[in-house]
């Protein structure tokens, strides 16, 4: 796979640490995308650590509107160095968590609330 001048990504779909082990162990990827909705915070926190000790980019997969965007963000966020965010492009007339969906010049502000930094908007709320 290395060899088509292509970067391999992959990882969204992946389900745990063991399942990128392999793939980095078999040297299938270049640029790991674990979904911290599905996998949750602490294994994707140990996914991104093992993928840094093979020498594998790591970009969290995001194709979230709510809560799993949110920690996403976070994530993200917290991660050093210049982090790519994948956004899912798909700009809705209204969000619940407005204004930290929607990207101004290329950057998302990062909600500083406890938790995943924000809450819904009222009127989303049923």
């Not at 674990?34 to 790591?58: D, M, N, Q, R, Y």
């Not at 209204?94 to 204004?99: E, I």
Request: net charge negative; proline share 9%.
């Amino acid at each position: 796979m290395r060899n088509t001048g292509v970067k391999t990504a992959a990882g969204e779909n992946m389900i745990s640490l063991l399942e990128f082990r392999d793939f980095f162990q078999a040297g299938a990827l270049d640029v790991a995308q674990p979904s911290v909705a599905k996998i949750g915070l602490t294994e994707t926190l140990k996914v991104i650590a093992l993928a840094e000790a093979f020498g594998v980019t790591t970009v969290p997969h995001c194709a979230y509107f709510g809560s799993g965007y949110l920690a996403a963000l976070h994530l993200v966020a917290s991660m050093p160095g210049d982090v790519l965010f994948e956004r899912l492009f798909l700009d809705f007339p209204a969000s619940p968590f407005a204004p930290f969906t929607t990207p101004v010049g290329g950057t998302v502000a990062v909600p500083q609330a406890p938790g995943l930094g924000c809450d819904p908007a009222p009127e989303w709320i049923l």
